[in-house]
């Protein structure tokens, strides 16, 4: 028994608390009251805590329990009001169980969360993440309140873009790094939802081509107690608490509400730009850690039902956070479903990028299969299969690359690995480069998806940045005050590690960028760009920047490349005018039409085709691939027949220069990375093109 249970509370009248119903779950607000409804099958007690702008708490006991949800409703209870919940019940951590009532409870359903963790002084350097040592102190002092929420939204005529996956490119981006630092979003919008939709950021990302901004976790997180003993913060925002709530430090007007009507605004303002918004939500794990992590919220309410545990009593983490969420049960598998279709239907978003996706594909023996039934349930449900749904297909256990259901696009790491080999000279073959640029056939069109179930990128939030990929040989994560993140980088600093003066490195260093830019941008699939690197971002070779809140990862708008950006803008140009470059279904290797070329060639430098043993040439850094473009292999949506000119790319990734024999007729060199920007260059004076070291070409033939 703990000690709170024995103290007397204050009880309102009974004529304020009416039964109410179970569903929906969450604080539902309507024009008399409100309503409350909560999930835990051990309790056996639940109260509902409200509290004034001063902090007094005033608890009212949920007597109403319908299929394991307790209820009340509160005529005159309104938008604004700070609540939170109190749990009775067994605390037996031998079998998984830790109800406490002396832990305030963040609603899982809470729409709105106000105030951030405050860790308890006495953690003597931050040892434990608890915001509470002792297991009778009240934690109340220390934890944020949910938000009772208005819901109403003027939308006016916003309407999704919905993009066709052939022609999307994705942005990946941090709501506070785009906006921190940009001088011309006002000071008090900057980092922050309303800054991402000013104009002057809107303008960036639409004359840049991108059709879709991947916005970096925005559901409520929390900031670590030993990363703010060391001056740091949870930057990403991976350390997840309400999976219904935006992020109250990303909104301009805080976090007593307007970060939901904030958020909206920035939707619809991108939806006017024609831009979607996709989020990266971790429903795999919370911020609520192993045994040792803070009790904050599903903890407390049915610890054995919201997470997954071995043996009755351990956290099976497949997530290295300490916990993974247990989408067996149907408790934390239905508020995954609800949160996802709020954020459609609510909040408007156009798709979603499932953190370590691979631990929601565990079925109850802990292994992770397509067949799982969070996949039957996206499958099935009218709102959520209409998004798009892309996978981060891996988890620390498993990399499940290519399995997912025929619904979902899946970042494509032996993409990324390929071409990062290809460029610093280290594949040991043509084979894989040739599997990667032309959709990665071989992990998905035996399962019959597309070219579009592959998101190709180089990099990502998790990892260098274009420029640093390009710049180090080695992570350099001193800042991060801990030896962490990756040593397979697959980088290389061209002879000199970090900053040089010396041209002839800054000159191939940037030459590299451009190979590995439009390699990306000219291969088949969903081309994914990491933010910043179209201007030449740096973050001095940090690969693990989780907790730099500070010029680290914020964008340095003073100090742009331009003459990348422009080469970048071109590249996606590029790609939205020429549709051989983003087809919707595979290659056949067969002439098309009343063409004699076959849709897909690879060639030689010598301009004859590519044949077994060339594939496996371990030296070997040099190739073409010829794209019909007369008669693409598939119609275009509405029936029609899709024609573009002949295209080859000429790729030489060795040291030394080649000479390039190019089909009969007429070329000309649309965009060169040995050009700073990438201008188009004119007809190719005959048939051969010299191609110099560490470059690419891409080439057009007009159809007669």
């Known amino acids: 028994m703990h000690p709170l249970e024995d103290e007397d509370r204050p009880v309102p009248p009974e004529a304020r608390v009416w039964p109410g119903a179970a569903r929906p779950l969450g604080a539902t607000p309507d024009a008399g009251g409100t309503n409350f409804a909560v999930f835990s099958e051990v309790a056996d007690a639940v109260h509902l805590c409200l509290f004034d702008d001063a902090g007094t708490e005033e608890r009212i006991e949920l007597t109403e329990v319908d299929a394991d949800i307790w209820h009340a409703y509160l005529p005159g209870v309104g938008p604004g009001q700070r609540y939170g919940y109190r749990v009775t019940g067994p605390f037996d951590p031998a079998r998984g169980h830790r109800c406490n009532p002396a832990k305030l409870l963040v609603d899982p359903y809470a729409k709105a969360i106000t105030g951030e963790v405050r860790w308890h002084p006495a953690l003597n350097g931050g040892q434990a993440d608890q915001p509470d040592v002792r297991d009778d102190e009240d934690s109340a002092p220390y934890a944020p309140r949910g938000l009772v929420v208005d819901p109403a939204f003027d939308w006016g005529e916003d309407t999704a873009p919905r993009t066709p996956y052939a022609d999307t490119v994705v942005y990946e981006v941090h709501v506070k790094g785009l906006t921190q630092r940009h001088p011309e979003v006002p000071e008090e919008l900057r980092g922050t939802y309303a800054g991402l939709a000013h104009r002057a950021v809107i303008e960036h990302l639409t004359s840049l081509g991108v059709t879709a901004v991947e916005l970096l976790p925005v559901h409520q997180f929390v900031h670590d107690g030993h990363l703010l003993d060391r001056g740091l913060r949870q930057y990403w925002g991976y350390n997840s608490l309400g999976f219904l709530a935006p992020h109250g430090g990303y909104a301009a007007g805080g976090d007593t509400g307007a970060q939901v009507t904030e958020f909206k605004q920035m939707v619809a303002a991108l939806h006017r730009a024609g831009l979607e918004v996709v989020l990266d939500v971790v429903y795999n794990h919370t911020a609520e850690g192993n045994h040792l992590g803070p009790t904050l919220s599903l903890r407390g309410f049915d610890n054995a039902a919201y997470y997954r545990l071995h043996e009755g009593r351990y956290y099976f983490d497949t997530t290295g956070t300490g916990n993974s969420l247990n989408v067996t049960h149907s408790a934390p598998l239905q508020l995954v479903m609800d949160s996802l279709r709020y954020w459609v239907l609510e909040m408007h978003v156009d798709g979603f990028r499932f953190d370590l996706a691979t631990t929601l594909a565990r079925e109850a023996g802990q292994d992770p299969t397509p067949a799982a039934v969070f996949f039957d349930l996206v499958q099935q449900d009218p709102v959520i299969s209409q998004v798009k749904l892309i996978a981060e297909p891996w988890d620390t256990r498993d990399n499940q690359v290519g399995a997912f259901p025929d619904l979902w696009s899946e970042w494509n790491d032996h993409y990324r690995n390929t071409v990062r080999d ?220 899709v024609r573009d000119d002949d295209l080859l790319i000429a790729i030489n990734a060795g040291t030394d220069p080649v000479d390039v024999t190019l089909p009969p007729g007429e070329w000309s060199v649309e965009v060169d990375t040995g050009s700073a920007r990438g201008e188009a260059a004119g007809p190719v004076g005959g048939p051969t093109l010299h191609l110099g070291d560490r470059r690419l070409v891409l080439l057009r033939r007009p159809l007669d």
């Open 422 to 641: 290809l460029w610093r000279g280290r594949t040991a073959g043509l084979g894989d480069v040739a599997r990667r640029l032309s959709g990665s056939s071989d992990l998905y069109q035996a399962r019959r998806r597309r070219p579009t179930a592959s998101v190709n990128f180089v990099t990502a939030h998790d990892g260098f940045t274009l420029r640093d990929l390009v710049s180090y040989q080695r992570k350099h994560n001193e800042a991060n005050g801990a030896d962490d993140g990756t040593d397979d980088n697959r980088s290389d600093n061209h002879g000199v590690e970090g900053p040089t003066d010396d041209p002839d490195v800054l000159a191939l260093r940037a030459r590299q960028v451009r190979n590995l830019l439009a390699t990306l941008l000219f291969s088949q699939g969903v081309p994914m760009l990491l933010g910043g690197d179209e201007i030449g971002r740096t973050q001095g070779g940090n690969n693990n920047a989780y907790c730099q809140d500070n010029a680290i990862s914020w964008f340095d708008w003073e100090d742009v490349d331009g003459d990348l950006l422009a080469f970048t803008r071109r590249l996606v140009a590029l790609r939205r005018t020429h549709p051989a470059l983003r087809r919707r279904r595979f290659f056949q290797g067969r002439p098309v039409l009343d063409s004699d070329d076959a849709d897909l060639a690879w060639l030689r430098p010598d301009g004859t085709p590519m044949t077994g043993p060339d594939w496996d040439t371990p030296w070997a850094r040099a190739l073409a691939v010829f794209l019909a473009g007369d008669g693409i292999s598939e119609p275009g949506p509405r029936g029609e027949r």
